[in-house]
Each structure stands twice: as structure tokens, then as C-alpha cells.
């Protein structure tokens, strides 16, 4: 196999790490999709929530109107009962305590029917605030729909990009030494931030130290690889502006 061009070699290997740089930057995105979709399915809970409050309220209601109507009909049967008795009665004193019984029994029907009233006018309160959330409900839940298929399809396309990205990839290999590609992976796996830093203005881009003369004339001559003394990247010394590379 020829040997390679070490000025070329430094070309590829820093296209390929900004090749990789936007993968990663996919493969990020791409994670971050499922998090999105269970906020997503959080929030929509909440108006759950509130819509399955609603109900409980309403059904509250409306249990506590047919307990009320149950105790209306046994006080009913009673006082019926009572003036049934009355007919019957043979002395004065029978009369007035049974008398006295049914006005009892006609106060707490009228106090229970207006307990009744007022559970009638809060079941129909209770009615509209239900279908007032019902509509929010239904609202958020189109939004809820559109929103997950946005984000699996949004999920699906970045899939397809790495993909694509990927088998690009290889183009890369026959342009970069077995050593310096091992380097470069291995640095790689091991910070996740650039390995060829492009010299701008003198200095390293990535760490920003300046280079000393003697040590930039030597990155210039692409005879040997030359590593920035503050952050061991390679030094590519291109006369472009250029900022830091990094995947934070």
C-alpha cells in the first residue's frame, strides 16, 4: 500500500471528524425524541386528570341527589303514614302528637328539597364545567395525536440521515492511515470532542493556547504528526477562522 500523504491524511481525518460531529449531533436529536413524547404524554395527562375530576364531581353530585331523593321519599312515606294514623286516632293527645310529628317530618322535607335545589343547580354547573373540559380534553388530544406522529416521523427521518451518514462514512477509511484512524477513534470514544484542531491565528482553535513558533513550523512542514502542548490535539495548521469544534 502507498504511503499516504500526511497533509491529505490531516484533510480527511478532519472532514470525517466533522462528519462525525453532525452524526452525533443526529444521534443526540434522535435520543432526545422519546423524552419529548413522554413530556408530551405528561402534560396530556394532566388534562386526563382534570377531565376524569370533572366527571368524579359531576357522579358525586349526582349520587348525593339520589341519596337525598331517597331520604325525600322515606320522610314522605312516614308523614303519609303518620296522616293515615291521624284518621284513626281516638283521643285528643294522639292527635297532637302525631300532629306534631307530621309538621316535623313536612319542615325536614322542605329542608331536604332545598338541599335538593341547590344539588340540582350544582349538577347543572358541574354539566357545563364538564363539557367545558371535555373540549379542552378533546382539543389537546388532537394536539397530543399530531404532535407524537410529528415526532416519530421526525424520529424516523433522523434515523434515515444517520443511515445515510453512516455508509457515507466509509469513503473515509482508504484516505486515512490504519494509526492515525485507531487514534482517532480511540480519542473519540474517549472525550467526544474533536482530535485535529485547525490552527487559527497561531493558536490551538480548540484550546485556544498559542503555539510557539518552532512547534507551528513544524505542523506546517506535514512530516510528522505535531500535537497542541495544552490539549494533545493534532494541529492542522489551515489558514482559515475557524472556531472550536466541540460537542458539548
Known amino acids: 500500500m502507498p504511503k499516504l500523504n500526511l497533509k491529505k491524511q490531516l484533510a480527511s481525518l478532519y472532514e470525517l471528524q466533522q462528519f462525525d460531529l453532525r452524526m452525533l449531533l443526529l444521534n443526540q436529536q434522535r435520543e432526545s425524541v422519546p423524552h419529548k413524547i413522554e413530556k408530551l404524554e405528561e402534560s396530556f395527562q394532566m388534562h386526563q386528570q382534570a377531565l376524569e375530576c370533572k366527571k368524579e364531581v359531576l357522579a358525586q ?3 348525593e341527589l339520589r341519596s337525598r331523593n331517597a331520604e325525600l321519599d322515606n320522610q314522605q312515606e312516614q308523614r303519609q303514614k303518620y296522616q293515615t294514623q291521624l284518621r284513626e286516632v281516638k283521643t285528643n293527645k294522639e292527635y297532637q302528637a302525631l300532629d ?14 332545598d338541599v335538593i335545589l341547590g344539588i340540582m343547580l350544582q349538577i347543572d354547573q358541574r354539566q357545563e364545567e364538564l363539557q367545558h373540559q371535555q373540549k379542552i380534553y378533546d382539543a389537546e388530544n388532537e394536539k397530543n395525536r399530531e404532535e407524537k406522529f410529528n415526532y416519530k416521523r421526525e424520529a424516523e427521518d433522523i434515523a434515515a440521515a444517520v443511515a445515510t451518514h453512516q455508509e457515507e462514512r466509509k469513503r ?5 492511515g490504519e494509526d492515525l484512524m485507531n487514534g482517532y477513534q480511540a480519542w473519540s470514544k474517549r472525550n467526544k470532542t474533536s482530535f485535529v484542531s485547525i490552527v487559527s491565528e497561531s493558536a490551538c482553535s480548540s ?3 498559542a503555539i510557539p513558533p ?3 513550523k513544524e505542523a506546517r512542514k506535514y512530516e510528522r504528526i505535531v500535537l497542541c502542548a495544552s ?3 493534532i494541529l492542522y495548521p489551515l489558514q482559515i477562522d475557524v472556531t472550536e469544534e466541540r460537542v458539548s
Do not use: G, N, V
Open 61 to 63: 353530585a349526582r349520587r
Open 100 to 113: 306534631k310529628e307530621i309538621s316535623f317530618l313536612q319542615q325536614k322535607e322542605s329542608d331536604i328539597e
Open 172 to 176: 473515509f477509511s482508504p484516505e486515512i
Open 207 to 209: 484550546c485556544r493556547i
Open 214 to 216: 518552532q512547534t507551528l
Open 231 to 233: 490539549c494533545r490535539r
